[in-house]
């Protein structure tokens, strides 16, 4: 439509013709609309080339499935069955189509989620890996997670709104948000186990403690706590409680290269750990100028004694000591792997007494596959506990797994590397861990705009509410 302005020499607008007001109103919300759109572009990367995101790994809480997801794919392999597995969707919904960041089984296992920069999140049965629900979400996802009585699956978006979906409801039951961190990225977020709270943290260094109410579509009103200290952005957390423990405790970890234990309810900081003195992380002679470490992601053991704990920049696993009764963390030792190894994501399963862990990146491809057979590459590690004294739960010796002893041997590593011979790819390993580190740097960085661009951005947000 082209845009008619008045000849009236009057530059007041009320002298305009209808239609040119029309026109210019138009017009006026389109550069609205599209100055919104490049101002979301830019806080989300999409101004430039696409940033590389880390591959993630989950496991069935008894082993029987192992996940992997690198960029869009989610390669699936069951162990019971000793077989790949395909994951459909017979109800015709959307495919991953971008770099899915967040992954997560429920825990009784029946249940898998899957969600990232598409925009939608995807609800799996796990004994036929069925897609049963399609879910659209507003903005790109960063963290998902399912309710302990499997009934919900709440998802957070990168403006920091938790939303929830009810799996009891009709199938085309839209999301509602029930809690939001006020525009700060979400990084995880877990249910307690006793499935009362629901833990979020984000970028600008809180974790929020969140009572999951009865009737959660409703809202999830009430916090239980704060809990604050870490001095940079909180990047994971996990709940770790013993047998005699009905509430445990909450471990964090962050870009300050500390874990952190919480008591939950009252958001009381219990220990800090520090890691940068562990084995040599911050050497002088490795570190560029502004670089940062930071950890990347933790997991507890059932009974909550073994902490593991991946770190940027380290090739392998920190194994930290938790007491419990004392409410302390000690470092325990360091399970180093090959130098190109840096794990991108831990899950320990503790029936098992096996470490899974996986690194990757969503633009790592493999030279040496065949043109026409193209993979995402990705590397699985599998570290087993031996525990040396039968009475002593904390004693542990772990030992790294060749590929010929891992669980499913050659049908696994070729489903979830995308080729066997993943060692050899060292150089772009390399490439990757480079890649995940800066990526990550940049989202965890909150850029600053103009008070005229903050304006804006309300403004048209508003207008969207009132039009809605």
Same mark, same amino acid.
């Given at each position: 439509?082209?845009?008619?302005?008045?000849?009236?020499?009057?530059?007041?607008?009320?002298?305009?013709?209808?239609?040119?007001?029309?026109?210019?109103?138009? %017009? &006026?919300?389109? +550069?609205?609309?599209?100055?919104?759109? @490049? +101002?979301?572009?830019?806080?989300?990367?999409?101004?430039?080339?696409?940033?590389?995101?880390?591959?993630?790994?989950?496991?069935?809480?008894?082993? !029987?499935?192992?996940?992997? #997801?690198?960029?869009?794919?989610?390669?699936?392999?069951?162990?019971?069955?000793? !077989?790949?597995?395909?994951?459909?969707?017979?109800?015709?919904?959307?495919?991953?189509?971008?770099?899915?960041?967040?992954?997560?089984?429920?825990?009784?296992?029946?249940?898998?989620?899957?969600?990232?920069?598409?925009?939608?999140?995807?609800?799996?049965?796990?004994? !036929?890996?069925?897609?049963? %629900?399609?879910? *659209?979400?507003?903005?790109?996802?960063?963290?998902?997670? $399912?309710?302990?009585?499997? *009934?919900?699956?709440?998802?957070?978006?990168? =403006?920091?709104?938790?939303? $929830?979906?009810?799996?009891?409801?009709?199938?085309?039951?839209?999301?509602?948000? $029930?809690?939001?961190?006020?525009?700060?990225? $979400?990084?995880?977020?877990?249910?307690?186990?006793?499935?009362?709270?629901?833990?979020?943290?984000?970028?600008?260094?809180?974790?929020?403690?969140?009572?999951?109410?009865? &009737?959660?579509?409703?809202?999830?009103?009430?916090?239980?706590?704060?809990?604050?200290?870490?001095?940079?952005?909180?990047?994971?957390? #996990? =709940?770790?409680?013993?047998?005699?423990?009905?509430?445990?405790?909450?471990? !964090?970890?962050?870009?300050?290269?500390?874990?952190?234990?919480?008591?939950?309810?009252?958001?009381?900081?219990?220990?800090?750990?520090?890691?940068?003195?562990?084995?040599? +992380?911050?050497?002088?002679?490795?570190?560029?100028?502004?670089?940062?470490?930071?950890?990347?992601?933790?997991?507890?053991?059932?009974?909550?004694?073994?902490?593991?704990?991946?770190?940027?920049?380290?090739?392998?696993?920190?194994?930290?000591?938790?007491?419990?009764?004392?409410?302390?963390?000690?470092?325990?030792?360091?399970?180093?792997?090959?130098?190109? =190894?840096?794990?991108?994501?831990?899950?320990?399963?503790?029936?098992?007494?096996?470490?899974?862990?996986?690194?990757?990146?969503? &633009?790592?491809?493999?030279?040496?596959?065949?043109?026409?057979? *193209?993979? @995402?590459?990705?590397?699985?590690? +599998?570290?087993?506990?031996?525990?040396?004294?039968?009475?002593?739960?904390?004693?542990?010796?772990?030992?790294?797994?060749?590929?010929?002893?891992?669980?499913?041997?050659?049908?696994?590593?070729?489903?979830? *590397?995308?080729?066997?011979?993943?060692?050899?790819?060292?150089? #772009?390993?390399?490439?990757?861990?480079?890649?995940?580190?800066?990526?990550?740097?940049?989202?965890?960085?909150?850029?600053?705009?103009?008070?005229? %661009?903050?304006?804006?951005?309300?403004? &048209?947000?508003?207008?969207?509410?009132?039009?809605?």
């Amino acid at each position: 439509m082209s845009v008619i302005i008045s000849q009236n020499q009057n530059p007041n607008p009320w002298f305009c013709t209808p239609l040119s007001l029309i026109d210019l109103a138009l %017009r &006026n919300t389109y +550069i609205l609309y599209m100055e919104e759109v @490049l +101002i979301e572009e830019s806080e989300s990367g999409n101004s430039c080339t696409d940033e590389a995101a880390p591959a993630l790994i989950a496991v069935h809480p008894t082993e !029987s499935s192992v996940v992997v #997801a690198v960029g869009s794919e989610l390669r699936v392999f069951d162990l019971k069955g000793d !077989s790949a597995v395909s994951p459909l969707d017979e109800l015709g919904g959307p495919h991953h189509s971008a770099s899915i960041r967040a992954i997560s089984f429920s825990s009784d296992g029946e249940l898998f989620a899957s969600a990232g920069d598409d925009k939608i999140i995807k609800i799996w049965k796990t004994d !036929s890996w069925n897609c049963i %629900r399609t879910v *659209q979400s507003e903005k790109k996802v960063s963290a998902v997670s $399912i309710s302990q009585d499997s *009934q919900y699956v709440t998802f957070a978006d990168k =403006f920091g709104v938790v939303w $929830i979906v009810s799996l009891k409801e009709d199938r085309d039951t839209k999301a509602v948000p $029930i809690l939001g961190h006020y525009c700060s990225i $979400i990084t995880s977020m877990k249910f307690s186990p006793d499935g009362r709270f629901i833990a979020t943290a984000d970028r600008d260094y809180k974790i929020r403690i969140t009572v999951f109410p009865r &009737n959660a579509l409703k809202g999830a009103h009430e916090i239980q706590s704060f809990c604050l200290g870490h001095t940079d952005f909180v990047s994971c957390l #996990a =709940f770790v409680c013993s047998q005699d423990q009905s509430k445990g405790f909450v471990l !964090s970890g962050g870009g300050d290269l500390t874990v952190r234990l919480w008591d939950y309810i009252s958001g009381s900081l219990l220990y800090t750990c520090a890691l940068d003195d562990k084995a040599g +992380i911050l050497e002088a002679s490795e570190i560029e100028e502004n670089d940062k470490r930071a950890v990347t992601d933790i997991c507890a053991s059932s009974d909550g004694s073994l902490i593991s704990v991946a770190v940027q920049g380290f090739n392998g696993v920190m194994l930290l000591s938790c007491d419990l009764v004392a409410k302390t963390l000690s470092f325990v030792k360091n399970v180093s792997m090959e130098k190109s =190894f840096i794990p991108t994501s831990l899950v320990l399963v503790s029936s098992k007494e096996r470490l899974w862990t996986v690194m990757g990146a969503s &633009n790592l491809t493999s030279s040496d596959l065949n043109n026409n057979n *193209q993979r @995402l590459l990705t590397r699985v590690r +599998i570290i087993s506990f031996l525990q040396k004294d039968p009475l002593d739960s904390c004693s542990r010796d772990p030992a790294l797994l060749e590929d010929s002893q891992v669980p499913g041997g050659e049908k696994l590593l070729m489903q979830l *590397q995308g080729c066997l011979d993943a060692a050899a790819q060292e150089a #772009a390993f390399a490439a990757a861990a480079a890649a995940v580190r800066t990526s990550l740097q940049n989202m965890m960085i909150k850029k600053q705009y103009s008070v005229e %661009r903050r304006e804006l951005r309300k403004r &048209n947000r508003n207008d969207k509410k009132i039009k809605s």
